[in-house]
Nanobody, 125 residues
Framework: QVQLVESGGGLVQAGGSLRLSCAAS????????MGWFRQAPGKEREFVAA????????NYADSVKGRFTISRDNAKNTAYLQMNSLKPEDTAVYYC??????????????????WGQGTQVTVSS
């Protein structure tokens, strides 16, 4: 059974940092693209960042570019999202997802095959 489990969310003040982790189990995701999405209250889920299997291609949403960094450790079957300079508008449930195709790197939810349960990030002003 394939599982993605996020961790690392929490409450942080504006300007602070958090590091989210996404641990995959049930199969190896070294060739899969890994993505992060988020959903704020009352809003649709939106793309945050994605990375190809070997990290040769990375995409970020404009709203997080320069503040967030996606990375992965294929030996640990884990993806990460380092979030710096957090803003109240970053408050959302953050989800990791895996796209088995691996390429092209997608920002579209429906192209991701597996999803985690989400982790809450709350940024206070």
């Amino acid at each position: 059974q394939v599982q993605l489990v996020e961790s690392g969310g929490g409450l942080v003040q504006a300007g602070g940092s958090l590091r989210l982790s996404c641990a995959a189990s049930g199969r190896t995701f070294s060739n899969a693209a890994m993505g992060w999405f988020r959903q704020a209250p009352g809003k649709e889920r939106e793309f945050v960042a994605a990375m190809t299997g070997r990290g040769l291609r990375i995409n970020y949403a404009d709203s997080v570019k320069g503040r967030f960094t996606i990375s992965r450790d294929n030996a640990k079957n884990t993806a990460y999202l380092q979030m710096n300079s957090l803003k109240p508008e970053d408050t959302a449930v953050y989800y990791c997802a895996a796209d088995e195709r691996g390429w092209p790197l997608s920002r579209l939810e429906y192209e991701y095959d597996y999803w985690g349960q989400g982790t809450q990030v709350t940024v206070s002003s």
